[in-house]
């Protein structure tokens, strides 16, 4: 099955400051998503991206498929940014298959 | 974008009980999904629903779980009855098609405690 790696595992930033977080899979991926989950759980779609580059507001995420990995980029971080940020590439399966996450902590 | 709801956000109950999680899908939508989440874990898929059908359901699932979209109203998971394992945060996610090429769109959450 698809493994899924996710760097860093954990961030911690000062608020202004950018992120990039990264996302390498073990086989081409016809889905990619990206979520954030919210400390308290909560779950928000960001992007769904199997290729190329998409940007919302302060956020960009760049899939380059054949070399099977993924960007999250973060700029000018807010402290309501913190929280775990989820990285879903998933080949010939009708599963999304998360990765184990990037925990991103942004301080005042 | 299109919203997956779920009803309620928080449940709390006593080991033994039954427990139905509600999803609201995307209006359109015609597949359907539960993953679950344990505290500090990875997200995990559950089962995945298809024209009134459980198509795929993982080991996860166990023989006490049920799904149901009973005349195109909330697809629920039923959970009977709960166990102190099944403590965990369910998400329901629902797509227009399925295949692996197909976007899911992910409901909040439900926050499930069992005591």
């Known amino acids: 099955g698809q493994q899924v790696q996710q760097s860093p595992a954990s961030l911690v930033l000062q608020e202004g400051e950018n992120a990039e977080l990264q996302c390498n899979f073990s086989?081409?991926?016809?889905?990619l998503q990206w979520f954030y989950q919210h400390p308290g759980g909560r779950l928000v779609s960001l992007f769904y991206?199997?290729?190329g580059t998409k940007h919302t507001g302060r956020l960009t995420s760049t899939t380059v498929t054949n070399e099977r990995r993924s960007s999250l980029h973060i700029s000018s971080s807010q402290t309501t940014d913190s929280g775990t940020y989820f990285c879903?590439?998933?080949?010939?399966?009708?599963?999304?298959?998360f990765g184990t996450g990037t925990r991103l902590q942004v301080l005042p | 974008g299109p919203k997956v709801l779920q009803i309620p956000s928080h449940q709390i109950i006593d080991m033994g009980q039954m427990v139905t999680l509600n999803c609201d899908p995307v209006s359109n939508h015609l597949y359907f999904y539960w993953y679950k989440q344990i505290l500090g874990q990875q997200m995990e898929f559950l089962v995945n629903f298809y024209n009134g059908k459980v198509m795929e359901k993982s080991k996860l699932f166990k023989d006490q779980f049920s799904v149901e979209r009973p005349d195109g109203s909330y697809f629920t998971l039923k959970i009977q009855p709960t166990a102190l394992e099944d403590s965990a945060v369910y998400f329901c996610a629902s797509s227009l098609l399925g295949g692996n090429y197909a976007e899911q769109f992910f409901g909040p959450g439900t926050r499930l405690t069992v005591l």
């Open positions: 991206n199997p290729s």
């Open positions: 086989s081409t991926a016809t889905r």
């Open positions: 879903a590439p998933s080949s010939n399966t009708n599963k999304v298959v």
